[in-house]
């Protein structure tokens, strides 16, 4: 007894300590939100280049890649990057505190280059700058001309750059090279030819430019020794470097250099893509769907329902203080994010009260208290093998991937963390003081787990048989991918502007026109994802799949009906936001995902388990991907982040399933596992309706009340938590027990 106070009164003093602190950020600190939910900065660049107009083309999409990498190592989250025509690159950053370092930092060329040293020069002659091949003359840190050899190393030969502050020696900031295995040997050769002058020599040093500018030119140490070199392909600039200064330097050299050069010409304020209204409808759809949700779950479990909605709201306190605190960026993507994670957090919930109710039901001197405690002693398995794949597959999403899938892995996992926080904490500290009370303990059907619930209860008396002929299931499976494959190769994808690109149209008008008001007039004209910002003080910007010329006409003239004189501004043809290296991207790290949980299930549970998980996830993908192709729905970067969704709950519900079927294993190694598996769905199958209904709730809100886009997006998770749903008792389990073998199935041994 003493022992549980104290186990008690430990949860309850985290749990106090981490609302306290989430409190405390979420009243100091705002989150950063998306272009699509508040706008942002957008800033044009133009490519400098005199190639041919393919070459120009090429030119500026590796220049997008590179851009690409320097804004994420701004810190900036959730940009958007298009090329617009053949030399423009649109940058739309969100929530940027400066916006004109950012567009410097952007534009700066960043070649990097390693010269040997010739010597001193008395002025900076006709030489300086870029000079002949074989030699040039630079000024260095103080402003002495030093004469350079042609470079030795170049930015290509960089694996790597970091930046640090060395507290040992109390030098400051510095920056960290690191060379590949071709820049190494490089590297040791210039150093050990500089070795053979004496110290003091200007030709004992070597210098490091980056855009024509001499940045450090440091000595070798006098320890190193005359053509012997500095091994290990590392070197460090030093200067008076402040912490902003040398994580610039260091993004610059680690980006890489632009292939040509750019110039900024434009630099605006542009507003958000989805619209106040939109955002609205989002907003009363989120809290009304999130109410009926609490609704039901105090309804099916009571006082403990209660409490699991305060630890949801406690949940929703959490993780929005970790976003601002990491300074993240909340998205659509990032909300899909968010509400996986609250189906995850409710799906906790439901576990732990649902093995209470098993527990409660088998003692024959029960006490809610008791009940409980073995509840979460029991569940705690499942839910750290769907939270740990899911963690899994969000770290890897963040680490390989970019942009939107990114976002998704770093909102997906802060939400997993906080459910977990949510589940096993919070509600634990709630519900066990709430069932020790005298109160409580005198009435226990209030607490909601002393009855069986009329799902287990109609189980219970029917016991049906489900798994009598696993391979008829697997059957219908297969049935159902032959008609998501038959809608993709009949109906085809309806690849939206962000796969393909599109055009991008700018309006100046005379009256200042709503954007709200240009998409619903858009949208009657026959133009539903039209994606319309405003930009600027009166200026529109309109950007569409590709248009022929009597489709661009109406729509100058439907904004003309709006703002007046309208005259077009700009009208260019525009690239992918979804280019393809950060296709390529998304794929690598979804395949290393998939891969990394296809491993942990296979340690954890077995091998045939971890085959029919991933095999009924990619079941559930196909659905998905062919409904929407016979609907005619688009696929874009909202679908992307509904997929990704869809993806972690199916390997949620497959994980939950399994850990019952090893649970029941460890147990009885005589009964057919055919048998074991029947009643492991039995047993897990009201918690897997309960879920499913609560994340239900929410999803039917914001498909009836949200707008087009928001629909699509509730509409693809719906249908995914269906099939999820469908494919973890009905393409799972029949594919496990096909892959063991008869003998196996006859007898758990």
Same mark, same amino acid.
Request: hydrophobic content about 45%; charged content about 20%; proline content about 4%.
């Given at each position: 007894?003493?022992?549980?106070?104290?186990?008690?009164?430990?949860?309850?003093?985290?749990?106090?300590?981490?609302?306290?602190?989430?409190?405390?950020?979420?009243?100091?600190?705002?989150?950063?939100?998306?272009?699509?939910?508040?706008?942002?900065?957008?800033?044009?660049?133009?490519?400098?280049?005199?190639?041919?107009?393919?070459?120009?083309?090429?030119?500026?999409?590796?220049?997008?890649?590179?851009?690409?990498?320097?804004?994420?190592?701004? #810190?900036?989250?959730? +940009?958007?990057?298009?090329?617009?025509?053949?030399?423009?690159?649109?940058?739309?950053?969100? !929530?940027?505190?400066? +916006?004109?370092?950012?567009?410097?930092?952007?534009?700066?060329?960043?070649?990097?280059?390693?010269? +040997?040293?010739?010597?001193?020069?008395?002025?900076?002659?006709?030489?300086?700058?870029?000079?002949?091949?074989?030699?040039?003359?630079?000024?260095?840190?103080?402003?002495?001309?030093?004469?350079?050899?042609?470079?030795? =190393?170049? @930015?290509?030969?960089?694996?790597?750059?970091?930046?640090? &502050?060395?507290?040992?020696?109390?030098?400051?900031?510095?920056?960290?090279?690191?060379?590949?295995?071709?820049?190494?040997?490089?590297?040791?050769?210039?150093?050990?030819?500089?070795?053979?002058?004496?110290?003091?020599?200007?030709?004992?040093?070597?210098?490091?430019?980056?855009?024509?500018?001499?940045?450090?030119?440091?000595?070798?140490?006098?320890?190193?020794?005359?053509?012997?070199?500095?091994? #290990? @392909?590392?070197?460090?600039?030093?200067?008076?470097?402040?912490?902003?200064?040398?994580?610039?330097?260091?993004?610059?050299?680690?980006?890489?250099?632009?292939?040509?050069?750019?110039?900024?010409?434009?630099?605006?304020?542009?507003?958000?893509?989805?619209?106040?209204?939109?955002?609205?409808?989002?907003?009363?759809?989120?809290?009304?769907?999130?109410?009926?949700?609490?609704?039901?779950?105090?309804?099916?479990?009571?006082?403990?329902?209660?409490?699991?909605?305060?630890?949801?709201?406690?949940?929703?306190?959490?993780?929005?203080?970790?976003?601002?605190?990491?300074?993240?960026?909340?998205?659509?993507?990032?909300?899909?994010?968010?509400?996986?994670?609250?189906?995850?957090?409710?799906?906790?919930?439901?576990?732990?009260?649902?093995?209470?109710?098993?527990?409660?039901?088998?003692?024959?001197?029960?006490?809610?208290?008791?009940?409980?405690?073995?509840?979460?002693?029991?569940?705690?398995?499942?839910?750290?093998?769907?939270?740990?794949?899911?963690?899994? /597959?969000?770290?890897?999403?963040?680490?390989?991937?970019?942009?939107?899938?990114?976002?998704?892995?770093?909102?997906?996992?802060?939400?997993?963390?906080?459910?977990?926080?949510?589940?096993?904490?919070?509600?634990?500290?709630?519900?066990?003081?709430?069932? #020790?009370?005298?109160?409580?303990?005198?009435?226990?059907?209030?607490?909601?787990?002393?009855?069986?619930?009329?799902?287990?209860?109609?189980?219970?008396?029917?016991?049906?048989?489900?798994?009598?002929?696993?391979?008829?299931?697997?059957?219908?499976?297969?049935?159902?991918?032959?008609?998501?494959?038959?809608?993709?190769?009949?109906?085809?994808?309806?690849? @939206?502007?962000?796969?393909?690109?599109?055009?991008?149209?700018?309006?100046?008008?005379?009256?200042?026109?709503?954007?709200?008001?240009?998409?619903?007039?858009?949208?009657? /004209?026959?133009?539903?994802?039209?994606?319309?910002?405003?930009?600027?003080?009166?200026?529109?910007?309109?950007?569409?799949?590709?248009?022929?010329?009597?489709?661009?006409?109406?729509?100058?003239?439907?904004?003309?009906?709006?703002?007046?004189?309208?005259?077009?501004?700009?009208?260019?043809?525009?690239? +992918?936001?979804?280019?393809?290296?950060?296709?390529?991207?998304?794929?690598?790290?979804?395949?290393?995902?998939?891969?990394?949980?296809?491993?942990?299930?296979?340690?954890?549970?077995?091998?045939?388990?971890?085959?029919?998980?991933?095999?009924?996830?990619?079941?559930?993908?196909?659905?998905?991907? !062919?409904?929407?192709?016979?609907? !005619?729905?688009?696929?874009?970067?909202?679908?992307?982040?509904?997929?990704?969704?869809?993806?972690?709950?199916?390997?949620?519900?497959?994980?939950?399933? &399994?850990?019952?079927?090893?649970? =029941?294993?460890?147990?009885?190694?005589?009964?057919?596992?055919?048998?074991?598996?029947?009643?492991?769905?039995?047993?897990? =199958?009201?918690?897997?309706?309960?879920?499913?209904?609560?994340?239900?709730?929410?999803?039917?809100?914001?498909?009836?009340?949200?707008?087009?886009?928001?629909?699509?997006?509730?509409?693809?998770?719906?249908?995914?938590?269906?099939?999820?749903?469908?494919?973890?008792?009905?393409?799972?389990?029949?594919?496990?027990?096909?892959?063991?073998?008869?003998?196996?199935?006859?007898?758990?041994?």
């Amino acid at each position: 007894m003493k022992r549980r106070k104290n186990s008690l009164r430990a949860r309850a003093l985290l749990a106090l300590t981490v609302i306290a602190a989430s409190l405390a950020i979420a009243l100091t600190t705002p989150v950063r939100l998306g272009l699509d939910l508040r706008g942002g900065t957008q800033i044009t660049l133009e490519t400098r280049s005199t190639a041919t107009t393919e070459a120009d083309r090429e030119a500026t999409d590796r220049t997008m890649e590179v851009l690409r990498g320097r804004i994420d190592a701004l #810190g900036v989250a959730e +940009p958007t990057l298009v090329r617009s025509g053949d030399h423009r690159i649109l940058v739309e950053l969100p !929530g940027v505190q400066d +916006p004109k370092k950012a567009a410097d930092v952007l534009g700066r060329t960043a070649q990097l280059t390693v010269h +040997p040293v010739l010597g001193t020069a008395e002025t900076a002659d006709d030489k300086t700058g870029p000079g002949p091949a074989k030699e040039q003359t630079l000024p260095d840190e103080s402003g002495q001309p030093l004469r350079l050899k042609a470079a030795a =190393l170049t @930015g290509q030969d960089v694996k790597g750059a970091d930046a640090r &502050f060395d507290q040992q020696s109390g030098a400051g900031w510095h920056v960290t090279i690191d060379f590949t295995g071709n820049g190494r040997d490089a590297w040791a050769d210039v150093t050990a030819q500089a070795a053979c002058h004496p110290a003091g020599d200007p030709q004992r040093r070597v210098a490091i430019v980056l855009d024509n500018k001499i940045i450090s030119s440091p000595q070798v140490d006098p320890s190193v020794g005359c053509g012997t070199g500095i091994p #290990g @392909g590392t070197t460090q600039i030093t200067g008076s470097f402040d912490d902003a200064e040398a994580r610039e330097l260091a993004l610059l050299i680690s980006g890489g250099a632009l292939p040509v050069p750019v110039e900024t010409v434009e630099q605006r304020t542009v507003g958000a893509t989805l619209g106040e209204a939109a955002i609205e409808a989002a907003a009363w759809a989120a809290v009304l769907g999130t109410t009926l949700t609490a609704l039901f779950i105090i309804a099916v479990y009571r006082l403990m329902g209660l409490l699991a909605t305060a630890a949801l709201l406690c949940y929703g306190l959490i993780s929005y203080a970790a976003l601002a605190a990491l300074g993240a960026t909340l998205t659509l993507p990032g909300l899909a994010g968010f509400v996986l994670a609250i189906g995850m957090a409710v799906d906790a919930n439901v576990l732990v009260f649902e093995r209470a109710r098993e527990e409660y039901a088998a003692r024959s001197r029960p006490s809610p208290r008791s009940a409980l405690t073995a509840g979460f002693r029991g569940a705690l398995s499942a839910i750290a093998d769907s939270n740990i794949t899911t963690l899994v /597959a969000a770290g890897l999403l963040f680490a390989f991937a970019s942009g939107p899938v990114r976002g998704f892995g770093v909102t997906l996992g802060i939400g997993v963390l906080a459910s977990m926080i949510s589940a096993l904490v919070i509600t634990r500290v709630l519900a066990e003081y709430a069932a #020790g009370r005298p109160a409580v303990r005198r009435r226990p059907r209030l607490t909601g787990i002393a009855d069986t619930g009329r799902v287990r209860d109609g189980l219970l008396r029917r016991k049906p048989f489900l798994m009598r002929r696993p391979r008829r299931w697997l059957a219908v499976s297969g049935a159902l991918l032959v008609m998501a494959v038959s809608g993709v190769l009949v109906r085809g994808l309806d690849l @939206g502007i962000d796969f393909t690109g599109g055009r991008l149209i700018e309006y100046s008008t005379t009256t200042v026109v709503d954007p709200d008001r240009a998409r619903e007039a858009l949208t009657e /004209a026959g133009f539903p994802r039209a994606v319309v910002q405003s930009s600027g003080d009166t200026a529109l910007t309109v950007r569409t799949e590709n248009l022929t010329d009597t489709e661009a006409a109406t729509v100058t003239d439907t904004i003309g009906g709006l703002g007046g004189e309208t005259k077009k501004v700009r009208d260019e043809l525009i690239g +992918p936001s979804l280019g393809d290296e950060l296709r390529r991207n998304a794929v690598i790290a979804l395949a290393l995902a998939l891969g990394a949980q296809l491993l942990y299930l296979a340690v954890r549970f077995r091998w045939r388990f971890a085959t029919a998980a991933v095999g009924a996830l990619v079941h559930d993908v196909v659905i998905l991907v !062919g409904v929407f192709a016979w609907l !005619g729905k688009p696929i874009d970067g909202v679908f992307l982040a509904a997929l990704l969704t869809v993806i972690g709950y199916s390997v949620n519900d497959s994980v939950v399933l &399994f850990d019952r079927i090893r649970e =029941l294993l460890a147990r009885d190694r005589t009964t057919p596992l055919s048998r074991l598996t029947n009643q492991a769905i039995l047993q897990t =199958l009201p918690r897997t309706v309960n879920t499913g209904m609560g994340a239900a709730i929410i999803l039917t809100a914001l498909a009836v009340l949200a707008d087009d886009t928001l629909t699509d997006f509730a509409l693809a998770l719906l249908i995914g938590l269906a099939v999820g749903t469908y494919s973890s008792v009905f393409t799972a389990a029949p594919l496990t027990l096909s892959l063991n073998p008869p003998a196996r199935q006859q007898a758990a041994r």
